[in-house]
Nanobody, 122 residues
């Protein structure tokens, strides 16, 4: 079974740091773009950052200079290093990965992690 498993999250103080991880498991043939989205209570889900297979990264304006996305292609893992977090960063964070894998046929899809809650509070 192909899936993305997230780790990290929890409570962090304003101005603090936290790292999220997301690993792909199963018989994945290829991983293209990987990213992080977030959804705050009462708000729409938004893109936080995305990284291509060659390492090119893009960020939402709200996190530029504070968050860093990276990946380990061999481990099929994407990371989100969050620094100088603020209360408005409180949200459930979801990782995504554009995957190619084979079950009974070839499947190309965007997989989502289960979500991990990050709460910024003193």
């Amino acid at each position: 079974q192909v899936q993305l498993v997230e780790s990290g999250g929890g409570v962090v103080q304003p101005g603090g740091s936290m790292r999220l991880s997301c690993a792909g498991s199963g018989r994945i043939s290829r991983v293209d773009d990987m990213g992080w989205h977030r959804q705050a209570p009462g708000k729409q889900r938004e893109l936080v950052a995305v990284i291509s297979s060659d390492g090119s990264a893009k960020y939402a304006d709200s996190v530029k200079g504070r968050f860093t996305i990276s990946r380990d292609n061999a481990q099929k893992t994407v990371y989100l290093q969050m620094s100088n977090v603020q209360p408005e960063d409180t949200a459930t964070y979801y990782c995504t990965a554009d995957l190619l894998y084979y079950t009974e046929s070839w499947v190309a899809e965007r997989a989502w992690g289960q979500g991990t809650l990050v709460t910024v509070s003193s």
